[in-house]
């Protein structure tokens, strides 16, 4: 299992960045429904086939995080 979160679309790829910092491409067409950049998604591989699936918590606190630091910034 693996995490990585959506950084950006480009074209029929959406590039999104991993644990360790690395970047990756995920075709577009492979993604859940509702998947936008900032979504965490969770890449399960078994043998050749990856499940992808949305970390609808995670996604939602990370969310939250970055609402509360532009928060602090501009207040």
């Known amino acids: 299992m693996k995490k990585v979160i959506i950084d950006r679309f480009e074209g029929n790829f959406a590039v999104c960045e991993d644990e360790d910092r690395k970047m990756i491409n995920v075709e577009r067409s492979r993604l859940p429904e509702g ?30 995080k970055i609402k509360e630091m532009m928060d602090s910034l501009f207040s």
């Open 35 to 64: 998947a936008e950049e900032g979504t965490v998604l969770v890449l399960k591989v078994s043998g050749e086939d990856i499940e992808i699936e949305i970390d609808h918590d995670e996604t939602r606190a990370r969310k939250m």
